[in-house]
């Protein structure tokens, strides 16, 4: 995410969840470990699925120490470490360690503290002496509907070559060593500093080559920060740009959403991009240095080979790669609450308002669908130009209306 910043690809794309970017340093190895490292031809380790959630995110399920029952992690490019949501910890009655150290994000700057020297246990492969610092993730279980247990980053991808292939869901693990990727496709050479960096051209009223967080925990496509859109006038006078909003660990805080003409990485050429732009406040970009972040709904349309023995990542096409850019809208924020999904966001002048649906609202049908799966209605509500019907339970009171879902284009 960047542990930093995650979206949920929510309804419509109206919000977006940007886990925090992490500022805890992470102690790159040295020059001589990383030569020893790549000295070898690097061999697989293990293989295994993992499940995607709107927005590109990754999923791993994985077990700690000798506590029997999985965890949902999520795999994270922009976290500079390893984390445990608070209420897990909780759970395990895991021992917690107070510490110095802060966590820079949207809207919070705060002391963290850690679960110390935990064995993560992945099929077929033992990862030890891990410190995790520990979160809430009880929002960011509600926005995907399913219990997220932790993020796992740095601590992790800095020890291994991590394949991800999204053609058929499934992780590879392999040793640190000389290895050989797909003869298609490009080679970015990041700089990590425990979050990789990226050169990217962003192209609208005018070009401008900037630096970006390479983050496939935002499930979003490109953000860019306030200081840089007002700094490199990359937008152009009068474009339409519609306010929104963005969960962090510190709660909600206000977006805007528009489109960009133009997104190159590398040689790869991404035409209307949908955009988030947000009031940095905590410079968690460390602005000039980075203008914001490219998330995973642009990343997933690559199978990634994330090598940071190298300071390498491959990204080939996949079968996603000419998939459609979302650009539906309808002001709403839905949630996972006890068992039921909830409305709990309606943005002013937004389709959801016009539909005359209210924060409180219980969805119970969209359409004729009424698995109460808050992945499938999302889904749903991303049907630019769809008129749907909306069956909700106001006040134990059931409430039909219709929404149209329109582009912000």
């Not at 925990?217 to 009068?238: C, K, V």
């Not at 991404?270 to 955009?275: G, H, L, N, Q």
Request: proline content about 4%; charged content about 20%; some cysteine.
């Amino acid at each position: 995410m960047t542990q930093r910043l995650l979206n949920t690809k929510n309804t419509g794309r109206t919000l977006i969840f940007l886990a925090v970017i992490l500022f805890i340093s992470a102690c790159s190895p040295s020059e001589s470990t990383q030569k020893n490292k790549t000295a070898y031809t690097a061999t697989l380790i293990t293989r295994f699925p993992f499940t995607v959630l709107s927005g590109g995110i990754v999923i791993i399920k994985v077990t700690l120490d000798d506590f029997p029952d999985s965890l949902n992690f999520i795999l994270d490019t922009g976290s500079g470490g390893v984390s445990l949501d608070s209420g897990t910890v909780e759970f395990l009655r895991l021992p917690k360690v107070p510490s110095e150290r802060m966590i820079r994000g949207i809207g919070s700057l705060r002391k963290v503290s850690y679960v110390t020297n935990r064995t993560l246990h992945m099929p077929k492969l033992d990862v030890p002496h891990l410190d995790f610092h520990i979160n809430d993730y009880e929002l960011l279980t509600s926005v995907n509907g399913i219990k997220i247990d932790g993020i796992i980053g740095y601590s992790f991808l800095n020890r291994y070559i991590v394949k991800i292939n999204y053609d058929n869901s499934m992780l590879e693990v392999w040793n640190q060593g000389t290895i050989r990727y797909p003869k298609r496709g490009i080679i970015l050479k990041p700089v990590i500093n425990g979050i990789p960096v990226v050169d990217a051209i962003i192209t609208d009223r005018r070009s401008s080559l900037s630096r970006f967080y390479f983050d496939t925990g935002a499930g979003l496509y490109f953000l860019m920060s306030e200081d840089f859109r007002r700094d490199s006038s990359i937008l152009i006078p009068g474009k339409r740009i519609i306010n929104t909003q963005a969960e962090g660990l510190s709660g909600k805080n206000a977006m805007q959403l528009t489109i960009v003409k133009e997104l190159q990485l590398d040689r790869y050429k991404f035409k209307k991009v949908p955009t988030h732009i947000f009031e940095d406040v905590y410079n968690v970009t460390a602005y000039p240095y980075l203008g914001g972040l490219i998330g995973n709904d642009l990343l997933r349309r690559f199978n990634l080979t994330v090598n940071y023995g190298r300071k390498e990542i491959h990204m080939l096409p996949n079968s996603h790669f000419n998939e459609a850019f979302d650009y539906s809208y309808t002001g709403l924020g839905i949630y996972m609450i006890e068992g039921h999904v909830v409305i709990e966001d309606v943005l002013k002048d937004s389709p959801g308002e016009k539909a005359g649906l209210m924060p409180g609202d219980i969805i119970i049908a969209i359409d004729n669908n009424i698995t109460g799966n808050i992945q499938t209605y999302k889904n749903m509500l991303q049907a630019v130009g769809a008129k749907l019907k909306i069956l909700v339970s106001r006040d134990g009171k059931p409430f039909m209306t219709n929404l149209k879902v329109v582009s912000i284009m």
